[in-house]
């Protein structure tokens, strides 16, 4: 990575980008008076990332490194009593539960599994800790399914048998085993207990799930989690639901939301034990529908709903330490922010509205959360309950981004589909001159139902192309969230109907906003839907750009469900499956448009992306060859339907801006 001197600056590229540390997973102490954090830095040598924990007083001062082991260390989590520090290490070679006291001295190994573990998660009075471990949920104990991985290892054959879906998923092979939770007792010697032993189900949910799915009851003697146990439906079926068993083992663990058949997660007891909160969708199928959140009584099991009328999808949660108030981090027009709802009355206020919050906790009468912008990467803050006096704690990238210029950015809002306000982004070119025309980068978001917000992207970071002499401009479409659930919803059945009138209008209106903008030298730019909507352009809005970038988008949506892996998906946003409603998946059709196709593309595409699948990507560049339109087809044989890897990151970003630059400027 080139370096650059303290008085000297530069536009942000990708090499910035990597250089920037991230902060995740940061966790209060019991007493509130420190922040122990996970920092991530990109080590290029290595082309991947290292993990090390930190910790920070709560007041910002006296920030240092408690971990520099080469292993990777994640997952902290302090002991009830606060005197040590339990968290996730490979340093033994595989990743196992380490313990570092406060007092001082080395981290000492917790448990030496067979197997690697995940997902750790202290008991009330640290008595207990429960991890997960990927076993074969009809063998008894993971030494059990090493056994067996060996076996498999040894045989001259190599194919496999499946009998159900799914056969793969997200970015791996299926192999028969399940994430599968499990309780220990902190004695020396302990066994670990399958408190799921003979289901087959994943605990947390593949392949994103985190802790956050599994809470200790307030006594400790029993666990609360969430999985989807669906049988030969889970892969069209989003009906996650709570369970709770006992610490122990003895005895099946109990549905405790069999009557919901959505979407149920992220259990959170109470500070007294009293309530449980847990958040809920109400459509079965529909993985982007509303989280509401829910109140269940723990001793009752009597449940409500909190704030129905708020218009919001809650995610991150946090109790305040009387019980009073939960803090809920929500999208919201273009932000990810903070709110405090009254558990009483259910009213909302809104704590930290700009940025996106990335987590939330408590430190005395403070609250502490993750924050970053389109020009910062998170940094953590502090801030009282009202929203007033907020305080930053730390500035990791300080350095960094002193040398490094970006983009100024506003938001702005326009009439889209059916003269319905929709919102837009646009970052300026760095060193933004006035008066000086300017080439735009016209960036599509994924989802459908997502957003290209107030947030700095790890993929997709307009500053890259701000840096690079271009104005980014995002459009939140029809189909995006944060704008209410029925903004959201709208773009069932019509992915080239209701988004694609938003896109049109939305760059008009920009061009006319921003005279400074060049309307001969736009490039479009997306990824999966994105990606799919640039297909949609090539041969619906044909003469608007100069050139386009696709990166892992269908061009046969029909095709692509028999490809995917996730049918849920397609099936509530096709309405249907492709013999019940060909219509659904052949009205916004892009292979039914080829014959129209003329304008430059380049087509980027990742081997073990098994969401959209590499064939799309190689099906998209043959169509454009055979026509003879100009077009370039980057393949990525070691990536997902991301790109992770540093150097990779690196090729993708030089490959788009020297196609942008080759069409536009």
């Not at 800790?129 to 074969?136: E, S």
């Not at 009387?322 to 704590?351: C, H, K, P």
């Not at 006319?512 to 909507?533: C, H, I, N, T």
Request: charged content about 25%; some cysteine.
């Amino acid at each position: 990575m080139p370096t650059v001197a303290k008085d000297e600056s530069h536009p942000f590229s990708i090499h910035d980008m990597l250089a920037m540390q991230r902060i995740g997973d940061p966790q209060i102490s019991p007493d509130g008076k420190h922040i122990a954090f996970v920092l991530r830095t990109t080590d290029l040598d290595a082309n991947k990332g290292r993990t090390d924990l930190w910790m920070v007083d709560a007041d910002g001062k006296n920030l240092r490194q408690l971990t520099t082991h080469d292993g990777s260390d994640v997952n902290p989590r302090w002991m009830p009593d606060g005197s040590a520090i339990l968290f996730l290490s490979s340093r033994s070679g595989s990743m196992q539960v380490w313990k570092l006291p406060l007092s001082g001295g080395e981290a000492r190994q917790v448990t030496d599994q067979t197997l690697g573990v995940g997902n750790l998660v202290v008991g009330p009075k640290g008595k207990r800790v429960a991890y997960t471990m990927d076993v074969f949920p009809d063998l008894d104990g993971p030494a059990a399914t090493k056994k067996r991985l060996d076996e498999i290892d040894e045989r001259k054959a190599s194919g496999k048998v499946y009998d159900n879906l799914f056969f793969r998923h997200w970015d791996t092979w299926k192999d028969g085993r399940r994430s599968h939770l499990f309780v220990q007792d902190m004695k020396v010697g302990a066994e670990a207990v399958d408190i799921m032993k003979g289901m087959d189900a994943d605990c947390p949910s593949k392949p994103f799930g985190g802790p956050d799915e599994i809470a200790f009851t307030p006594a400790g003697h029993g666990i609360v989690f969430s999985c989807r146990n669906e049988g030969k439906s889970e892969a069209w079926s989003t009906n996650f639901d709570l369970y709770t068993a006992q610490t122990t083992g003895a005895g099946k663990p109990e549905r405790l939301t069999r009557s919901n058949k959505a979407w149920d997660t992220a259990p959170l007891f109470s500070p007294d034990g009293a309530t449980l909160a847990y958040l809920a969708m109400s459509r079965p199928g529909y993985e982007s529908d509303r989280f509401r959140i829910i109140l269940r009584d723990w001793r009752s099991g009597s449940e409500r709903v909190l704030a129905e009328e708020w218009d919001r999808s809650a995610s991150g949660m946090c109790w305040s330490s009387d019980n009073q108030t939960l803090y809920v981090i929500a999208a919201n027009l273009g932000q990810r922010s903070l709110f405090a709802i009254d558990v009483e009355s259910g009213e909302v206020s809104t704590v930290v509205e700009k940025g996106t919050v990335t987590s939330v906790g408590i430190a005395g009468d403070r609250v502490v959360f993750g924050l970053d912008t389109l020009k910062s990467p998170v940094e953590l803050y502090s801030v009282k309950p009202d929203g007033s006096d907020v305080k930053p704690l730390t500035e990791i990238n300080k350095e960094h981004l002193e040398g490094v210029e970006m983009g100024d950015y506003e938001q702005f809002t326009f009439k889209g589909w059916n003269n319905e306000d929709v919102h837009c982004y646009v970052v300026k070119p760095v060193n933004f001159e006035e008066g000086k025309k300017y080439p735009v980068a016209f960036l599509i978001h994924g989802g459908p139902q997502g957003s290209f917000g107030n947030h700095f992207h790890y993929r997709w970071n307009p500053q890259a192309y701000a840096g690079a002499g271009y104005a980014a401009v995002m459009v939140d479409f029809h189909g995006s969230t944060g704008y209410g659930q029925a903004f959201c919803d709208s773009i069932r059945g019509d992915w080239g109907g209701k988004p694609f009138e938003d896109l049109q209008k939305g760059l008009a209106a920009t061009l006319a906003r921003y005279e400074w903008m060049d309307e001969d030298k736009v490039a479009a730019l997306g990824a999966s839907f994105g990606g799919f909507m640039i297909n949609w352009i090539a041969g619906n809005w044909s003469d608007r750009f100069t050139c386009l970038v696709n990166h892992d988008g269908n061009l046969d949506e029909r095709l692509a469900y028999f490809d995917t892996e996730e049918l849920w998906f397609p099936e509530w946003d096709h309405e249907g499956t492709p013999w019940e409603n060909p219509q659904g998946y052949e009205k916004h059709n892009p292979i039914n448009h080829v014959d129209k196709w003329k304008t430059p593309m380049l087509v980027i595409h990742g081997a073990l992306d098994y969401r959209v699948v590499d064939t799309q990507g190689m099906s998209t560049f043959t169509a454009l060859q055979r026509r003879g339109v100009p077009s370039k087809f980057l393949y990525f044989p070691d990536e997902n339907h991301w790109v992770l890897k540093p150097h990779n990151s690196i090729q993708w970003h030089e490959t788009v801006i020297d196609w942008l630059d080759k069409w536009t400027k």
